[in-house]
């Protein structure tokens, strides 16, 4: 008579929410460098210029934004479109690698747009938008008439999507610079770092540093970090060297050995996220942050609100309002939370904004649709 198999060890929602904090460097501010932090952290959500300065106030000892900017300056960090097909801040050598890991979700996009290209030779769409960005950096809508005037009976967008898609088209400087603006202009991320790009990494060295960052965590949870498919045998490979959990709805959950897991009652400040904050994105099961009461509250149309946290889990949503720091949340907070939210507040703007007279106020949050 066989033994069943000993079933793998519960982590209940307190345990994975300690364990993905301290990996999100938000449990205590960490000493390391912008540089370090975004490579670390497999690099910042960062659809807008501010979000991946916010992220890293709420992470790092001692951050100026200036130090993200010049190495957005110095090109040795970018902002191009990799997971979930979304504008990320990379350093150098994960814009090279990393893209072309997501690649294949990349050629898959472009089947969304297939009745705009009826007719268009993809490899040479390609290879006419890359010489026109390498030539000098386009907009997506110089992109898009250039491409149009190639094949005039195609839908316009499509087409400049398509080249988006088929390219690692990085946004070129002064755009994502701090206290810069600049329109988004686009060039190859070969032409703006002079090297090539490199092979796609093996898909198991990814989900290791994806669980440095992002574990305990399911192979469902990366594919939706990612946005690839079939990862199911990258984890199977990495097995032997790996721990496995359980969640409280029975999933399987990979993780390191050697990798923080703190005790759940690991106290958990406030912290203020930006909008699209990798924390909230990263995983298939979100209620390891996001409470399924508040599931949905911080988008209103296509709008996205940045979020802060208490205790841990998505508290509420907040908003630069004049001179003002409005911060909305979903529930009432006790008094020790509101000043400790308050504070938090007061040093994310001493951050971000040294110097300028910003208030810290409490309103009532607005209606936010489903996201």
């Given at each position: 008579m066989t033994k069943s198999a000993t079933p793998?060890?519960?982590?209940?929602?307190?345990?994975?929410?300690?364990?993905?904090?301290?990996?999100?460097?938000?449990?205590?501010?960490?000493?390391?460098?912008?540089?370090?932090?975004?490579?670390?952290?497999?690099?910042?959500?960062?659809?807008?210029?501010?979000?991946p300065y916010q992220a890293?106030?709420?992470?790092?000892?001692?951050?100026?934004?200036?130090?993200l900017s010049r190495l957005m300056a110095e090109r040795e960090a970018v902002r191009i479109v990799t997971m979930r097909s979304t504008i990320h801040t990379?350093?150098?050598?994960?814009?090279?690698?990393?893209?072309?890991?997501?690649?294949?979700?990349?050629?898959?996009?472009?089947n969304i747009f297939r009745k705009g290209l009826v007719g268009v030779d993809l490899e040479r769409l390609a290879l006419l938008a890359r010489e026109l960005v390498e030539a000098e950096p386009r907009t997506m809508g110089q992109l898009r008439d250039a491409l149009s005037a190639e094949w005039p009976e195609a839908d316009p967008r499509a087409l400049?999507?398509?080249?988006?898609?088929?390219?690692?088209?990085?946004?070129?400087?002064?755009?994502?610079?701090?206290?810069?603006?600049?329109?988004?202009?686009?060039?190859?991320?070969?032409?703006?770092?002079?090297?090539?790009?490199?092979?796609?990494?093996?898909?198991?060295?990814?989900?290791?540093?994806?669980?440095?960052?992002?574990?305990?965590?399911?192979?469902q949870d990366m594919q939706t970090w990612s946005g690839l498919t079939r990862l199911r045998p990258a984890f199977e490979r990495l097995r032997p060297r790996l721990l496995t959990f359980r969640d409280e709805r029975g999933t399987e959950l990979f993780d390191l050995p050697d990798a923080p897991r703190p005790d759940p009652a690991t106290p958990a400040p406030p912290r203020f996220l930006p909008e699209y904050?990798?924390?909230?994105?990263?995983?298939?099961?979100?209620?390891?942050?996001?409470?399924?009461?508040?599931?949905?509250?911080?988008?209103?149309?296509?709008?996205?609100?940045?979020?802060?946290?208490?205790?841990?889990?998505?508290?509420?949503?907040?908003?630069?309002?004049?001179?003002?720091?409005?911060?909305?949340?979903?529930?009432g907070l006790g008094r020790a939370a509101r000043t400790a939210v308050a504070a938090e507040a007061e040093?994310?703007?001493?951050?971000?904004?040294?110097?300028?007279?910003?208030?810290?106020?409490?309103?009532?949050?607005?209606?936010?649709?489903?996201?």
């Open positions: 793998a060890p519960l982590l209940g929602t307190h345990a994975l929410n300690r364990a993905t904090l301290e990996r999100q460097l938000l449990l205590r501010p960490a000493a390391l460098t912008a540089a370090a932090a975004v490579g670390r952290l497999l690099g910042l959500q960062a659809q807008n210029v501010r979000p890293l106030a709420a992470r790092l000892d001692g951050f100026a934004p200036e130090a990379h350093t150098a050598d994960d814009a090279l690698t990393l893209r072309p890991l997501v690649q294949p979700a990349r050629d898959r996009e472009i400049a999507v398509a080249a988006r898609c088929r390219l690692p088209l990085v946004q070129v400087t002064p755009r994502g610079l701090w206290g810069r603006s600049g329109q988004v202009a686009l060039t190859t991320v070969e032409r703006w770092l002079g090297r090539p790009a490199e092979p796609a990494p093996d898909p198991a060295d990814v989900v290791v540093r994806y669980l440095a960052a992002f574990g305990p965590a399911s192979v904050d990798n924390l909230l994105l990263s995983h298939a099961d979100r209620t390891r942050v996001v409470p399924a009461a508040y599931r949905g509250r911080t988008w209103q149309g296509n709008t996205a609100h940045p979020t802060f946290l208490v205790d841990g889990f998505l508290a509420g949503v907040w908003k630069l309002r004049g001179d003002a720091l409005v911060v909305e949340p979903f529930a040093r994310m703007l001493g951050v971000l904004y040294p110097g300028e007279p910003y208030d810290v106020r409490f309103g009532e949050v607005t209606d936010m649709g489903q996201g």
